[in-house]
């Protein structure tokens, strides 16, 4: 079947179709803007809502896990609906608690994944949560102690103040901006802020595991530095016995040199003479050696005396005749 002309279409139809086109669209792009893909959706009951407001963060153990999408009053409470990522599971005992982000007033919502199972109906009931304040409760804690306090008192203070804050009005300024800063940066760095507290806690939980081992550490510590001390008393006790014994054999020699430098001194001269008396036994030898020699050649060859004499050494027979000694 052929098609009909664009000019020859119904302008009408046309219009009603593009309008339920773009209707189908609009509650798509609306569908997924509001969808939680890989989130799973909770409720908790809370007192009051302590501030808190939607879109706001759901931390588990100081890191981001997802949003807060709803609050409503539901008779004497307040029910929270929140979207948790899929990786995170609630146990029967979960709790919740809103807590303070910043100075400025943002808060997120603190939820602690306990016991065992799943989270009854996927709900927190209001005996596991806690809010950061009750102004009730605030309220009729302070009674007592207001009408304790000196109306006249109070209000003399109460103006101290206040003309304190005027004369420093420039001062404060800065101050609350500062603050401000400080508060906005914080912020931007929660993120690392979380994970730096995430790794905190590690350090906490790897601390917790060990302590029998550091409480063994500890007292194993405890037995070194107690056998050091006894060593260096045993050591000092040494050193205090090795001082008195050295002051005593320092003692013990200045009395034998005492006593025994005139003896040696005597020994000293008895050497000198001994050693006089050397040279001179050393010089007789010396001196006698020779003729020792020539006599015991000279009696070598028999029971006389060999005597060679060179001219008339020796008296001839006749000579003796004549010196009236005839034989």
Known sequence: MARKPLSARDPFKVGLVALGIVFLLGVAVVLVSVASFGAKSYTAELEHTAGLRVGEDVQVHGVSKGKVTGIELSGRSVVVTFDLDSDIDLGSESSAEVKVATLLGTHYLQVEPEGSGELADSRIPVERTSVPYNLQDALEAGTGALTDLDAETLAEALAEVADTLDAAGDEVGPALEGVASLSQLVSARSEQTAKLLQAARDVADQLSSSSDDIVGLMRSTNLVVAEITARRQAINLLLTETRRLTANVDGLIGDADRAMGPALRDIDRALTALRNQDRTLRYALD????????????????????????????????MLCRLGNCP
């Open 287 to 318: 001196t006698i050696a020779p003729a020792v020699r020539y006599v015991a050649n000279a009696t070598g060859s028999g029971p006389w005396v060999d005597l060679y004499a060179k001219g008339p050494v020796i008296p001839t027979d006749d």
